[in-house]
């Protein structure tokens, strides 16, 4: 099945740098790739998402980026903000045989981003 | 929210005894699934379902049970909790007016067994 790796496990900035985080996938045949941001205490909530047949995507302060042949996307937070403090999880999704997935998503494990005023 | 309900929010039992967690969706969507959310491990998918009484396993499935018998209801049951099962669950819906497999979340139960 497919495997989702993400990294840093956790990451420290000061408000206004920028944050990076990285994932990785395993099954070539996914094919969407949703952001989540998940507030102490409360569910995840999709921030952003790209498809694979697009290589950036931005909203505002946030973009994502997809390497197809690296198997690898990641999430950029420019300009940080205190409030964007919480715990960022990736995700991939992936086709089983014959084209229909059911929408099943594999999560990466996690990140925890803390941003110091 | 995506009208989705989870009930209870929170529940405390112990080992050995039957535990049924109930996900409740208004908005006629087809695809419902239940993940697990442990420290370390980000969300794991337990089960999901693409209609009534169409069920499948996900990468954690042993120990869990789920039914579906109309739309709006997904049912997971630890058939004997364990102490290893001790999470917060959290029921998904695919929305089923996009063309992605976008997923919302319902507020999660804190399951803690003893």
């Known amino acids: 099945g497919e495997n989702v790796e993400q990294h840093p496990s956790t990451l420290s900035v000061q408000e206004g740098d920028s944050a990076v985080i990285k994932c990785t996938y395993s099954?070539?045949?996914?094919?969407?790739f949703p952001w989540y941001k998940q507030e102490l205490g409360k569910r995840p909530q999709l921030i952003i998402d790209?498809?694979?047949?697009?290589g950036e995507k931005k909203d505002q302060r946030i973009a994502v980026t997809l390497n197809k042949t690296a198997k690898h996307f990641s999430l950029h937070i420019t300009e940080t903000q205190p409030e964007d403090s919480a715990v960022y999880f990736c995700?991939?999704?992936?086709?089983?045989?014959?084209?229909?997935?059911?929408?099943?998503?594999?999560f990466g494990q996690g990140t925890i981003l803390t941003v110091h005023p | 929210d995506a009208g989705i309900t989870q009930s209870p929010r929170h529940k405390v039992t112990e080992t050995g005894t039957p535990v049924t967690l109930r996900c409740h969706q208004t908005?006629?969507?087809?695809?419902m699934y239940w993940y697990r959310q442990d420290p370390g491990h980000g969300l794991r998918l337990i089960h999901y379902?693409?209609?009534?009484?169409?069920?499948d396993k996900g990468e954690v499935s042993d120990g869990y049970s789920v039914s579906r018998s109309k739309t709006e209801d997904f049912l997971l049951t630890l058939e004997s909790a364990t102490s290893s099962q001790t999470s917060v669950y959290f029921c998904?819906?695919?929305?089923?007016?996009?063309?992605?497999?976008?997923?919302?979340f319902g507020p999660g139960t804190r399951l803690t067994v003893l």
């Open positions: 379902s693409y209609g009534v009484k169409d069920t």
């Open positions: 998904a819906i695919k929305d089923r007016t996009s063309g992605t497999n976008e997923q919302f």
């Open positions: 099954d070539s045949a996914s094919n969407y």
């Open positions: 908005e006629n969507h087809r695809y």
């Open positions: 995700a991939a999704s992936m086709r089983v045989e014959g084209g229909t997935s059911y929408g099943k998503l594999t």
């Open positions: 790209i498809r694979s047949n697009v």
